[in-house]
């Protein structure tokens, strides 16, 4: 069976700092998907990354950077210089190579104050 | 990134009543469509894969006969809920595929706001 653990429920950060919100997965497959998605308070979900399981660079785009260790099945996001827009519910997400199932973590709230 | 709309966006009905939402892939056709729900403060859960010209293959735990899936065309997915509850008020919310690759990225609907009063 598949399952992502977002341990986080809720960060609360100040503005400028950096983040890290924390993503494990379980997974007998050896090819699959892992995911990142925002939902803004409006609750459309906003992709930012897909990753197959075979890719283990960390990525950045911009002020996102995500960190794949496959050692530890963790799938890290990290926000650097956090903003006020940046507030959200973030899904960590786990998928079959060839299925059709995304298996959503629980979600983290991410508050960013001013 | 591909744009997926729903409508309506929000809606309040009666308790016995139907309601339809409507998934629609807007620069894309959508081979592949799948309805979540997500009740206040939690995860989505996936509720049905909807597959256009075949019928929808529902998750473990959801009623079909209760959540129609209609998906007619390659852009437009159909979900009604029959004879609402209370208890099915949730956010519903849709995804499409880009392209029948199952690798391919599942890109979301703004969803649909349910209050069955």
């Known amino acids: 069976a598949q399952k992502v653990t977002q341990a986080q429920t809720e960060i609360s950060v100040v503005e400028k700092e950096d983040v890290t919100l924390d993503c494990v997965y379980e997974t007998r497959d050896t090819t699959y998907y892992l995911f990142w998605y925002k939902q803004p308070p409006s609750g459309e979900l906003v992709f930012l990354i897909r990753?197959?399981?075979?890719?283990?660079q960390n990525e950045i785009s911009g002020r996102y950077s995500w960190n794949f260790q496959k050692s530890t099945s963790s799938f890290n996001f990290t926000i650097t210089a956090s903003q006020v827009v940046d507030s959200a519910v973030y899904f960590c997400a786990l998928r079959k190579e060839y299925g059709n199932k995304l298996v959503f973590g629980a979600g983290t709230i991410l508050r960013v104050k001013s | 990134g591909a744009v997926v709309s729903q409508h309506p966006s929000r809606v309040i009905c009666k308790s016995g009543t139907s309601v339809k939402i409507e998934c629609r892939s807007l620069d894309f056709q959508a081979t592949t469509m799948f309805w979540y729900r997500q009740f206040p403060k939690q995860s989505l859960m996936l509720m049905a894969t909807s597959n256009e010209g075949s019928k929808a293959t529902y998750e473990q735990g959801v009623e079909k006969d209760k959540f129609l899936i209609n998906h007619a065309s390659l852009t437009l997915s159909t979900l009604t809920v029959t004879s609402a509850h209370p208890e099915d008020s949730s956010f519903y919310i849709c995804?499409?595929?880009?392209?029948?690759?199952?690798?391919?990225?599942?890109?979301f609907g703004p969803g649909t706001r349910l209050l069955v009063l």
């Open positions: 995804s499409a595929r880009v392209g029948p690759d199952p690798r391919e990225t599942q890109y």
């Open positions: 990753r197959n399981s075979f890719d283990e």
